[in-house]
């Protein structure tokens, strides 16, 4: 009796002892190391913001502050491009780079102004984002600054295979960057050409780091990672307005709450006519062109 | 029976209209929250704006014409002794000078109504033939804009962008063009 009894339980002390250590490091894995932000807990975040500050601060030598601004609740971002007023002077890619701490060397740039010719209409297989004349607007061209549509069905966050890249609940595509392993097949499923790829270190000279940074934003990143504009989440969760807005002399950019019927936004959307790009993919951007006359 | 319908019709037409105009107003008022308390014409509600862009030592204007040392003299004629550079390019075959600026009050403009209106109001002036631009700076689409798209914002001038003379935007050098991706051996 006593012998069938042994017989039965199956588990020997040798497994019982490895499948435990397993499930002790599994939990050690996961509790304590690495997580991705999308899921890291409140108190794991502000211990991880304490490390960039101090890592930051060190680096670049200036006092740098990191955010964990959440989403505002009632809000979903859009931006919206004035086609007509748009005169192609890249102020707005110069301001975004500086904000958003884009890498100088290699050249990284989040926004890419393309010219069109007025006779041709939208037509990316005719844009041109290298034109450099003396003075813009050039005569019968018209420019699209194009970055990440923020799409409400992004094809970029859905291929993703390890989940570094997600929508947040005020509607801003984010990366982590700790968390990207530089597959780059957002890129390849983005049709807006929107995601870039640090093909080298980023380098940024010291004095020109941005030190107003949030966590999923423009945090300086690694060798090998997906970066995108994200909105200037460190400056639009504190209720401000883009940095690529507030640059452009022409006032061509627009940006406000969609869910708020008295937003600058909902006023588009309602009196003025409205483009998307690419509007047949069905990634129903969060960026709306139009044309203010 | 038709006349109940077309009371019907009516009573439909005035509901829509009403409440047409409270949106109007709601948003006038949301725009301007920052303004001094609202007038009875929603329309005419006052902007903060920074002061207007003078050049160098022009105003206030009444320093050299006043009543005594330049008597305002209403005749369309071309400036020769003083604002020569002004070029106007700005519908100049049927307006001049004293169109906006006001031949009494030196220091004002005024609208076609003949109600004066002071420099840093000149919107109002731009107003009374750009229409649908007004309705837009007001509605915040119109024009550059800093602050916050939750609260405070500044607005600008129409004058701070566009010269009143010669309203048309002004070309600018653009920002250096984006490198072509290139081999880093070639």
């Not at chain 2, 609208?111 to 109001?121: H, I, N, R, T």
């Amino acid at each position: 009796m006593a012998k069938n009894e042994t017989q039965t339980s199956s588990v020997t002390r040798r497994q019982f002892a490895s499948v435990a250590a397993a499930a002790a490091a599994g939990f050690l894995l996961t509790a304590c190391g690495p997580r991705r932000l999308h899921e890291i807990p409140r108190d794991r975040l502000r211990e991880a913001i304490k490390e960039w500050e101090r890592d930051y601060s060190e680096k670049y030598g200036k006092a740098v502050t990191v955010s964990d601004a959440g989403p505002m609740p009632g809000v979903l971002f859009a931006m919206a491009l004035d086609l007509s007023r748009c005169n192609g002077n890249r102020r707005c890619v110069e301001a975004c780079v500086a904000e958003n701490n884009q890498s100088r060397e290699p050249e990284v740039q989040w926004i890419r102004v393309l010219s069109m010719d007025k006779d041709k209409g939208i037509d990316f297989s005719d844009a041109d984002p290298y034109y450099e004349p003396a003075e813009v607007p050039e005569p019968g061209r018209f420019y699209v600054p194009t970055a990440c549509q923020q799409c409400r069905n992004p094809p970029c966050t859905k291929v993703c295979p390890v989940g570094a890249t997600w929508t947040e609940p005020d509607g801003i595509v984010v990366i982590d960057y700790d968390w990207c392993i530089g597959c780059r097949c957002c890129m390849a499923a983005c049709p807006y050409g929107a995601r870039h790829f640090n093909w080298g270190v980023p380098s940024i000279p010291p004095g020109e780091l941005n030190s107003n940074i949030h966590y999923l934003g423009n945090r300086p990143r690694p060798k090998g990672v997906v970066e995108k504009c994200t909105f200037c989440i460190q400056r639009t969760r504190a209720g401000r307005y883009p940095a690529c807005l507030e640059i452009c002399p022409t006032g061509a950019r627009k940006f406000g709450n969609m869910l708020d019927p008295e937003s600058e936004i909902r006023y588009i959307l309602e009196n003025k006519r409205v483009v998307l790009l690419k509007q047949e993919l069905n990634t129903m951007p969060k960026f709306f062109y139009f044309y203010g006359t | 029976m038709l006349s109940c319908a077309v009371a019907v019709w009516a009573a439909w037409l005035l509901v829509r209209d009403g409440g047409a105009r409270v949106a109007d107003t709601v948003r006038h008022q949301s725009v301007t929250a920052s303004a001094s308390p609202p007038a009875a014409a929603p329309v005419q509600l006052r902007v903060e704006v920074p002061p207007p862009p003078f050049s160098e030592g022009v105003f206030p204007c009444s320093e050299c014409h006043n009543e005594v040392d330049l008597p305002s003299n209403p005749t369309r004629r071309q400036l020769v002794d003083a604002h020569d550079e002004i070029v106007l390019k700005h519908d100049e075959e049927h307006r001049w000078c004293l169109d906006c600026h006001d031949g009494k009050n030196r220091d004002q403009l005024h609208l076609a109504s003949g109600e004066v209106v002071p420099f840093d109001e000149s919107y109002r002036v731009c107003g009374q033939c750009h229409g649908e631009k007004y309705r837009d700076w007001r509605a915040g689409v119109h024009g550059r804009r800093i602050g916050h798209w939750n609260g405070a914002k500044q607005y600008l001038l129409c004058v701070h962008c566009h010269s009143p003379h010669q309203p048309k935007f002004k070309a600018l050098a653009p920002q250096p063009a984006p490198r072509r991706p290139m081999r880093p051996d070639r």
